[in-house]
């Protein structure tokens, strides 16, 4: 949204403590009627926290239509309004007549917009704040809101610093430039595994399962066929090869938009000066200029020192181009769930239900989270405090390594939170989600995962982005209908190694 005219915001604040004027004697009455209020409270304490989902680069034109549509829609005389809300109706009429008589052809807020400034400047007052603070609040709140659209993803985009000349590229760029003895043993993956075919129950009915995303209830699945799956999460290593082949210098998504969103504490100070903007309700994510696989934490990050960590910074399509690039394709949601149980029945964990909070019941670390006080110190008890080395835990049953924390991994899926219910007595056969939809399913949870903010870490924790978006962690893994004729495989036990 553009910035209001200094005599809006004045006449709103000069409202706003009308308001308490007039209701100085009556406001813990009304206190509980605030219902426009709650509704939107209730509406956040569903929003994905801490990581869990991908912040999106925009929301569809469609959502914005009807938001808008909405927005400046102020309630009706048959909705049998309130006296508070009456009296809200009429503080937004005085304003409208304000503006247009004195505004300066300053566009007004919309209905909603004046109904978020109260709900603001209550806030502020409750605690403590002047009116400029409350308002400079205000002012912040709506620029980032502003930042979320697609308009507002554009002018970040024109309006960011260039940092190549402060940065040069030392990045790889190609494979011949790196030397043997730079290459990690894990540079380009952890071979594949064979997953035989079989039966399970999808989903979660547990004490930490999110309904609202659609992980419940139990259902049952057949998974028809063996596949090959990559054992480990695709490496930096391995994208940079599948880049430099592909000739895609400039074209992943992040490298398209010309950034990506990192986490705060991974950003080197210098650069963190460069950035002023946030993700709403996520303010540890910043969207950062240059930010992409072979710059992971910023133009200055140091790729060559992580080849065998998971790349990261990749957009759904970015993933499924690699996968159909190696031979295979993207998991299925029941594939990579069905994958990631390692033959258990009903568990949170590839190895069973003990988290607490990510340690075996042998004492071993089992899997890459955030430890320590979300989101401002990483303790790095599970040894990392970003992404770890792929294949750094112990495997599952299937000889899966790292399938939840560490980074979130692209299934094909469309999103959907309504799950295909089969029938009593029933099975659904290779189940494949949605037909068509905006967002696509990522699975895993990643080492932004905190047990207090995001328990998604879970073989049927689930999450979504749309497809063009990138993270600081978020990546993927592929699977294989046959073996992949790029690897030399051989099976032991079900399993296929190099």
């Known amino acids: 949204m553009s910035a209001r005219s200094l005599l809006g915001l004045t006449l709103l604040c ?40 991908a912040p999106g680069r925009g929301q ?51 209905y909603q917009e004046f109904i978020e400034y109260m709900q603001i400047m209550q806030q502020g007052q409750a605690e403590g704040l002047s009116y400029e603070e409350t308002q400079q609040r205000y002012a912040q709140q709506q620029q980032q809101k502003a930042m979320q659209t697609p308009e507002g993803q554009e002018e970040l985009k024109n309006n960011f610093p260039d940092l190549k000349e402060k940065y040069p590229d030392k990045a790889y760029a190609h494979i011949a430039d790196i030397a043997s003895d730079k290459l990690p043993p894990k540079a380009f993956g952890c071979g594949v595994v064979e997953i035989p075919k079989g039966k399970f129950f999808m989903g979660s009915e547990d004490d930490e399962n999110y309904a609202e995303d659609g992980e419940s209830p139990y259902r049952k699945i057949k998974i028809s066929h063996s596949f090959y799956m990559d054992a480990c999460e695709v490496t930096n290593g391995q994208f940079l090869r ?3 082949e592909r000739k895609l210098k400039g074209k992943t998504e992040a490298e398209k938009y010309g950034w990506s969103f990192v986490f705060e504490l991974l950003i080197s100070p210098e650069v ?35 080849l065998d960590h998971p790349a990261i910074h990749i957009g759904w399509t970015d993933a499924n181009a690699y996968c159909r690039h190696s031979g295979g394709r993207l998991p299925t949601e029941s594939e990579w769930e069905y994958a990631c149980r390692g033959g258990l029945e009903k568990k949170k964990f590839p190895w069973g239900d003990d988290r607490t909070p990510n340690l075996t019941e042998h004492g071993t670390y089992s899997m890459n989270i955030f430890t320590g006080e979300p989101y401002s110190k990483d303790s790095g008890r599970d040894g990392w405090e970003s992404t770890a080395v792929v294949g750094s835990y112990s495997p599952n049953g299937y000889g899966l390594y790292d399938m939840t924390g560490n980074v979130w991994e692209w299934v094909h899926d469309f999103w959907s939170v309504r799950p295909k219910i089969p029938p009593d007595g029933k099975r659904l ?22 047990p207090t903010t995001c328990r998604r870490y879970r073989c049927s924790g689930r999450s979504h982005a749309e497809p063009d978006s990138s993270t ?16 030399k495989t051989k099976v032991v036990d079900s399993k296929t190694e190099l």
């Open 14 to 53: 000069f409202l706003f403590q009308q308001t308490l004027i007039a209701h100085a004697d009556t406001a813990d009455d009304n206190d509980e009627n605030d219902s426009d209020f709650a509704i939107l409270d209730e509406l956040e304490e569903t929003q994905c926290q801490g990581g869990c989902r």
């Open 472 to 487: 600081g962690n978020l990546g993927l893994r592929c699977v294989y209908d046959t073996p992949p004729p790029h690897m």
């Open 429 to 450: 056969i290779d189940p494949k989600g949605p037909k068509q939809g905006r967002d696509r399913v990522m699975k895993g949870g990643s080492y932004m995962c905190h």
């Open 242 to 244: 599948f880049w430099e």
């Open 272 to 306: 963190n000066k460069e950035v002023y903007s946030a993700v709403q309700g996520a303010e540890w994510w910043l969207p950062v200029p240059g930010a992409d696989f072979r710059h992971p934490s910023g133009p200055d990050g140091d790729f060559n020192a992580v």
């Open 60 to 110: 569809t034109e469609q959502a914005q239509a009807q938001a808008q549509k909405q927005a400046q829609t102020p309630p009706q005389a048959e909705d049998k309004p309130d006296d508070a809300t009456k009296e809200l109706m009429l503080q937004y009429q005085h304003y409208l007549q304000y503006m247009k008589e004195k505004g300066n052809g300053e566009p007004p807020i919309s």
